[in-house]
């Protein structure tokens, strides 16, 4: 009798399936929608990892913004579908949502970023400190998990944690008033070009610089076929957690029937340093 396959494989072939009704097509001449039409090795990439995940959805290239749109939507179900199977991990009262407002005060309902309204507030009445603070404190993440707070019956559970007297300012402490707080921020890019690179690290240092409190996960997922694109957003330090590819696995596959021997060491100095992961290593790096 052949045994199931494990719950992430089947995510991760649903989370596939569900690019290949929207996102990720090819056009008339074959190039897929996340290749660089102008650039041969970006679609002779974008054509393998296709070839790879074993179906062709043949259509017209979405918008820009459509095609975004829709990737966030398609990671943040893939999110929702995963993460609370991991309970068990990393238990709490989760929600995974994706941020379709481009108010840049909607990280205001986070704990960490609760003072950001305050702040914004001051800027719009006094144009010197707008002119100041420019958009340092501007954060619209695409994705976002959230942990919501413990009431003292669920802190108490197991024995008397807390009392009226005791951690009166913990954030996780429902009855302390405060907001649900920010596990992680997804920032979600189907391709990568230059101007998107510094998007997604100037939002992961605004919010490294603009929290008060623990620093959620930042992490950007993507579909770019192009390691030297890739490597922009994935090397180095310090801002961005680590980034997640929507097919690694076929995405070697096609770089190594390539044969471009710059475009595979590049890529494989980006996962063996662990700043490149495929989509279904997500969910167990939410759970730490």
């Known amino acids: 009798m052949k045994s199931h396959s494990p719950f992430l494989t089947e995510a991760r072939r649903s989370f596939h399936a569900a690019l290949l009704e ?42 820009g913004q459509m095609s975004g749109n829709q990737f966030e939507a398609i990671v943040c179900r893939f999110v929702n579908e995963t993460f609370p199977h991991l309970s068990h991990l990393r238990p709490g009262q989760w929600s995974i949502q994706q941020i379709t407002s481009r108010d840049r ?92 690179v510094q998007n997604a690290r100037s939002e992961a240092l605004n919010l490294i610089r603009n929290r008060k409190g623990r620093l959620p996960h930042v992490v950007v997922v993507t579909g770019e076929p192009l390691p030297s694109r890739l490597s922009a957003i994935a090397l180095g330090t310090g801002d961005i957690d680590c980034v997640y590819h929507f097919a690694l696995p076929e995405l070697q596959g096609a770089v190594d029937e390539l044969g471009h021997g710059d475009a595979k060491e590049s890529l494989n100095i980006m996962i063996s340093g662990k700043r490149l992961k495929d989509i279904s290593d997500l969910p167990l790096d939410l759970a730490i």
């Open 105 to 196: 005060t909607a990280i205001a309902r986070f704990e960490q970023y609760s003072h950001l309204e305050a702040l914004e507030k001051a800027a719009r009445k006094d144009p010197e400190l707008a002119a100041v603070l420019g958009n340092d404190y501007t954060i619209t993440p695409d994705v976002v998990v959230i942990r919501g707070l413990e009431s003292d019956e669920s802190i108490n559970a197991q024995e008397v944690m807390v009392d009226a007297d005791v951690s009166r300012l913990a954030s996780l402490r429902a009855t302390n008033g405060g907001q649900p707080i920010l596990h992680a921020s997804i920032s979600c890019k189907w391709t990568i070009r230059s101007d998107r």
């Open 22 to 63: 929207s996102v990720l097509r090819t056009d008339k001449s074959g190039n897929p929608s996340n290749a660089d039409s102008h650039n041969g090795t970006s679609v002779a990439i974008a054509q393998g990892i296709l070839a790879r995940l074993g179906v062709e959805a043949k259509g017209a290239r979405l918008a």
